[in-house]
């Protein structure tokens, strides 16, 4: 069983609406939270990054960090076409620690 | 401005053959690392260094191996090629330093090396 697990989707949304993107870890000693984004045949890029629980805003997008219930939630707000691509949760202990990443959840946002 | 790179991008080789993967970043980041990244499985950590001459094995090290001989290269040994091997693979570094700010842990990734084993 991975670490970190993710609906691998894929998710397919009309133009405006609202995005949740969704994991679950099963390492307590994660601190560190991140949210990627990767378009096809690119690398992954950070999008958001959220150290222990709560909740981190950034324009459109939201991240938040339940560590009592070990869950991991990316919200996208407005959603647009450019956002349609794969979308990878990760967590790690410590900065310098090994990163873990979930499966990836594939999405599409329809004009 | 050149961050990872990653060589080659696209290579095929024969079951039993050896090759090695090139990373090296300009960025000065302690941590580097390798990833596989299958369908349906995400990204899966091969290796990672924290540092030059300090490795340490991932997920499925298995039939891979790293050296970290300087701060800049971190190369990916395939020993003998086997189809299940068959993934791109990304390279990723990162600064290392103590709390957030300054060091949000941000993986910055190569454009990817595309192996097919036969």
């Known amino acids: 069983q991975k670490e970190v697990e993710q609906d691998p989707g894929p998710l397919s949304v009309p133009e405006g609406a609202i995005v949740s993107l969704n994991c679950t870890y099963s390492?307590?000693?994660?601190?560190?939270f991140m949210w990627y984004r990767q378009y096809s045949r690119k690398g992954p890029e950070l999008l958001m990054y959220t150290y222990s629980s709560g909740n981190k805003e950034d324009g459109r997008f939201t991240a938040q960090v339940d560590k009592s219930s070990k869950y991991i939630s990316l919200f996208i707000r407005d959603s647009q076409p450019s956002d349609s691509a794969t979308y990878l949760c990760?967590?790690?202990?410590?900065?310098?620690?090994?990163?873990?990443f979930g499966p990836g959840t594939s999405l599409s946002v329809i004009p | 401005n050149a961050g990872v790179t990653q060589t080659p991008k696209f290579q095929v080789l024969k079951t039993g053959q050896s090759m090695t993967l090139q990373c090296a970043q300009d960025?000065?980041?302690?941590?580097m690392s390798w990833y596989r990244q299958d369908p349906g499985m995400g990204l899966r950590l091969i290796h990672y260094?924290?540092?030059?001459?300090?490795?340490d094995q991932g997920e499925v090290p298995n039939g891979y191996n790293v050296s970290r001989s300087t701060t800049e290269d971190f190369p990916l040994r395939l020993l003998s090629a086997a189809p299940s091997q068959t993934s791109v693979y990304f390279c990723?570094?990162?600064?290392?330093?103590?709390?957030?700010?300054?060091?949000?842990?941000?993986?910055?990734f190569g454009e990817g090396s595309r192996l097919t084993v036969l």
């Open positions: 260094s924290v540092g030059a001459g300090i490795t």
């Open positions: 960025m000065n980041h302690e941590y």
């Open positions: 990760a967590g790690t202990k410590t900065s310098y620690d090994k990163v873990i």
């Open positions: 390492n307590s000693a994660f601190q560190y």
């Open positions: 990723a570094s990162s600064y290392v330093g103590q709390g957030i700010k300054g060091s949000t842990g941000e993986l910055f």
